[in-house]
């Protein structure tokens, strides 16, 4: 939110700014009646003053939060994270560990009943689709909650496409 109004700010100010360059008076004049304003209004432009200064204040020392896509697993000891990354690792080798899966790529959503995983494959064209994604979502479903210890709510296969096989030449 505060990238959105900064951004709006500088884009009125520079606005303003074009307009006072390409000769247009209005703008100047709204600026000079706002700074005679400010000038013979001494307290009333301590308290505007003071206003900003405390908003500027607050949102700089607020606390940030974290955006580092990871996934939290409790331990007895505390609390582990895994990266968004490391978890897309582990899907892509257990569903490329599987026959006929050429690529896979994944998506992650943390929910309340657990992780959501998307995987998105590429098959060799004559697998039975049907069969391979139902190993592919035991398979990673598994693999998951037993190297992480992530509760795993659901997995969704999503087939892209499907490659030919190509015979491989020998000279």
Do not use: H
């Amino acid at each position: 939110m505060l990238a959105y109004t900064l951004g709006l700010i500088l884009f009125l100010g520079a606005l303003t700014i074009l307009a006072v360059a390409s000769g247009w008076g209005l703008p100047y004049f709204l600026i000079t009646q706002g700074l005679d304003w400010l000038r013979f209004n001494p307290w009333e432009s301590i308290i505007m003053a003071g206003a900003l200064l405390l908003l500027g204040l607050l949102l700089f020392i607020r606390p940030r939060t974290s955006n580092d896509n990871s996934f939290r697993t409790s331990l007895k000891g505390g609390d582990v994270r895994i990266s968004q990354d490391a978890l897309q690792e582990i899907i892509t080798r257990s569903a490329k560990g599987l026959p006929g899966v050429l690529q896979v790529g994944s998506s992650l959503r943390q929910r309340e009943a657990g992780l959501e995983i998307i995987v998105f494959c590429q098959f060799e064209q004559g697998v039975i689709i049907p069969q391979i994604s139902e190993e592919i979502l035991k398979k990673v479903k598994e693999d998951v909650e037993l190297y992480t210890g992530i509760i795993v709510a659901e997995v969704k296969v999503l087939v892209r496409r499907l490659e030919k096989v190509r015979p491989v030449r020998v000279r």
